[in-house]
């Protein structure tokens, strides 16, 4: 857990919801920090925690099931305010009286709630409003010392509260965006039966993240791996205003980066933001060792090894470069990095809920193991949105802050099988003809990435009066939340049309366009 105190703060505990982010994130929408912990914490530290409020998460398990996970109840007598939601209202129930059972009609979908009179969690909201469920379970008897709060047709107990004890429980989702009115349910939770104050701000998270890594790092210098994406972008900005010169930037050219990209980050960075910026070119080194290499897995593997071996270097041509400037003593003791708050959160596997399985495979790791480096990751707190949002209080460029995500490997995985110069040439001229009808067009910032691959593919077209004979481009634009899952856009006919005129018209080796229409699962968003 976080040794944040100056902020009122609600605890969430995880009982294997897909949700549970959301709910971190609804909370956090109202200015109130919000974190997320195992179910199994035990009172004890739900009282070191000193949090003003609990959220008990939903969950895919029926709570009088053997190994069903299971609240301390001591949590109960803490004097704390809870809010149940789903899952987290049967825990209410089950562990303080009442009585929860197996549903024949399972619940899902929108229905119509009834507000009782007087209720403080659905204050200022009316007596009617839609309501999105997904319970089997449902409340049969009310714990003593609750009442009903809310009714469905459905359900008598739709929502329950004990007020003296500020116990309340949901049965509900008021964190999803089918529930409309739930943000004034969980404003009026944390706001008015919590007394949260306001006080998680971007501004106060910037001093405070700034504070805490001088305290880090002391007089030592720190190194960065730019790559010009969002989260690394966003550290870069915030340490350098923590820390000023005592980062170094390290910004690899792996030579398969899109057009002009190593051009905007040194500007941005370089130019604008006087950040110490060390530029390596390594792409011959990278392309030579991907010479005659076509499968995904050793392409991906040979990309990272090189990483590694050529920051590694960069640090070892700081030092030496320090040294020679006369510089003494202090070492690149600390590696900073972008990690987020979905990657810190500790997963709980309830049922093989697939929500917690998945895991993302693509963060590079392997620097700090390898080269012995104390980690600074002054974004660890942070959603995405809230790393956007931080990156333009620092005064970083909507062009960085809002872009898509870009792999690791980079154009590697957009080249199906070798990766030749030639080929790469073809699709970051490709690439750039996406991107600019994708901003041109004001669709770039609505989907979640927009981009060209290139299938080595030949096949037969005319031009002119010419037979031509040349590859093919496929374009892949998809919407997501988070990469996990996927879909294509519907993108106006219009658009794709002029994508695909374009590209043939000014790529030379490309005579054909195909739109990807596959969603994922089961295809991936990248074609390796
Ligand atoms: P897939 O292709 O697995 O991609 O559906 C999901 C999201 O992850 C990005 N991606 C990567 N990001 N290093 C990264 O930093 C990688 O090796 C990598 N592979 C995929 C992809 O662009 C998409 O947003």
Redesign the pocket.
């Known amino acids: 857990m976080s040794t944040t105190t100056a902020h009122s703060k609600i605890l969430i505990l995880d009982f294997g919801s897909q949700y549970t982010q959301v709910i971190a994130r609804r909370i956090r929408e109202c200015q109130v920090y919000s974190e997320v912990v195992p179910f199994s914490i035990t009172a004890a530290r739900v009282a070191e925690a000193n949090a003003k409020g609990i959220v008990l998460s939903g969950g895919p398990a029926s709570v009088y099931e053997e190994r069903a996970p299971q609240i301390d109840p001591a949590i109960f007598a803490l004097g704390i305010p809870v809010l149940g939601i789903c899952y987290g209202m049967q825990q209410i129930a089950h562990h303080l009286g009442g009585k929860v059972e197996f549903s024949a009609r399972r619940e899902y979908g929108a229905s119509m709630l009834h507000v009782a009179d007087g209720s403080s969690l659905f204050h200022g909201i009316g007596e009617q409003l839609d309501i999105w469920n997904s319970h089997a379970d449902k409340l049969t008897e009310l714990p003593p010392g609750f009442r009903t709060a809310a009714y469905t047709e459905n359900s008598p107990f739709a929502a329950i509260e004990d007020p003296d004890r500020k116990l309340y429980g949901l049965q509900f989702h008021p964190e999803v965006a089918h529930t409309p009115r739930g943000r004034e349910i969980i404003q009026n939770f944390v706001y008015q039966i919590c007394h949260c104050g306001m006080d998680w701000t971007m501004g106060s998270f910037i001093d405070e993240a700034c504070e805490q890594v001088r305290r880090q790092v002391g007089e030592e210098k720190v190194v960065l791996g730019l790559s010009g994406g969002v989260d690394s972008s966003v550290v870069a900005a915030l340490l350098h205003k923590a820390i000023g010169d005592q980062l170094t930037c390290i910004f690899v050219n792996n030579g398969l980066l899109r057009a002009r990209e190593e051009e905007i980050v040194q500007r941005v960075f370089g130019e604008n933001f006087h950040i110490k910026l060390k530029y390596v070119d390594a792409s011959e080194r990278f392309l030579s060792k991907l010479k005659g290499v076509t499968d995904p897995e050793q392409k991906?593997k040979i990309i990272g090894n090189e990483f590694i071996d050529v920051f590694q270097h960069a640090t070892e041509e700081l030092l030496a470069e320090d040294q020679a400037n006369g510089a003494h003593g202090h070492s690149y003791r600390f590696l900073a990095q972008g990690t987020l708050y979905p990657d810190v959160i500790e997963s709980v596997a309830i049922g093989g809920n697939p929500a917690h399985v998945i895991k993302s495979h693509?963060?590079?790791g392997g620097l700090p193991e390898k080269m012995h480096f104390e980690l600074v990751e002054p974004v660890r707190q942070l959603f995405k949105d809230e790393v956007r949002q931080a990156g333009l209080q620092l005064g970083l460029p909507k062009e960085i802050v809002h872009r898509q995500?870009?792999?690791?490997?980079g154009l590697a995985?957009r080249i199906l099988g070798e990766v030749t110069p030639e080929y790469l040439h073809i699709l970051r001229e490709a690439d750039t003809i996406v991107t600019s009808e994708m901003e041109a067009s004001d669709w770039y910032y609505r989907v979640?990435?927009s981009f060209a691959v290139l299938l080595p593919i030949r096949s037969v077209g005319v031009m002119g009066d010419q037979r031509t004979y040349e590859n093919t481009i496929a374009i892949r634009i998809v919407e997501?939340q988070d990469?996990?899952t996927?879909d294509w856009v519907r993108l106006p006919y219009e658009l794709l049309a002029r994508i695909s005129s374009r590209i043939i018209n000014e790529v030379k080796g490309v005579n054909r366009v195909c739109y990807d229409i596959s969603s994922?699962p089961p295809s991936?968003?990248?074609w390796e």
């Open positions: 991906r693509h963060n590079v995500p870009f792999p690791g490997p995985v979640w990435q997501s990469g996990m996927a994922k991936t968003i990248e």
